[in-house]
């Protein structure tokens, strides 16, 4: 049972697209030197007029691009190029690209923030955004259960539950599996 609040983020793990596989759909999009905010494994990230990518921040609505995957750098204090799947906030380098999952029909793994009941399966949610753990690499946003609804605005979906030793349906923190349901921007006919 999923007892404990451990959330990682937005954890690919499938596709709804036709090739069932979300390999070769993850593309280096850059990253602005001395861009400020941290970005860890599993955070959404959103496309920029500038032509980077920076966090998405949003909650009950996003813009994203896809799923951060980590990144590559040269580390201004080694000269080194450097892979991470954590974006260290203020690092100047002039050479950073994340590796983003832009694929809008990405199935991704998410914990609750509370317990989602087995009524809750197709309905929309909201996201809690936290800041990551700089322990593991990882994204700590959630799903927010308390947000359940129909409302068509909402950044995801719940499409199937995780089922499994660790977790089950109706747990206090329940693992569920997500798609984007609006805001991705490959899908976004407006542009950016």
Not at 35 to 40: E, K, L, P, Q, V
Not at 142 to 154: F, S
Request: glycine share 10%; with cysteine.
């Amino acid at each position: 049972m999923a007892t404990s609040a451990t959330p990682n983020g937005a954890e690919p793990i499938g596709t709804c697209s036709s090739s069932g596989s979300f390999t070769g759909k993850v593309v280096h999009i850059k990253i602005a030197s001395a861009y400020g905010t941290a970005i860890f494994y599993g955070d959404f990230v959103k496309l920029v007029t500038a032509g980077t990518i920076e966090k998405d921040t949003g909650t009950t609505s996003l813009t994203s691009i896809g799923i951060f995957m980590g990144c590559k750098y040269t580390d201004p204090s080694t000269s080194q190029m450097t892979f991470n799947q954590t974006w260290p906030a203020s690092t100047a380098a002039s050479d950073a690209a994340g590796y983003v999952l832009i694929d809008p029909d990405v199935l991704f793994r998410m914990q609750g923030d509370a317990t989602i009941a087995q009524t809750g399966l197709g309905a929309n949610f909201a996201v809690v955004q936290t800041a990551g753990s700089t322990t593991i690499g990882r994204s700590k946003n959630a799903c927010d259960a308390d947000t359940v609804a129909t409302t068509n605005t909402l950044p995801i979906r719940i499409v199937d539950f995780y089922d499994g030793p660790s977790s089950s349906v109706g747990d206090t923190y329940t693992d569920g599996i997500f798609r984007f349901n609006a805001g991705h921007q490959l899908t976004n006919t407006t542009g950016i």
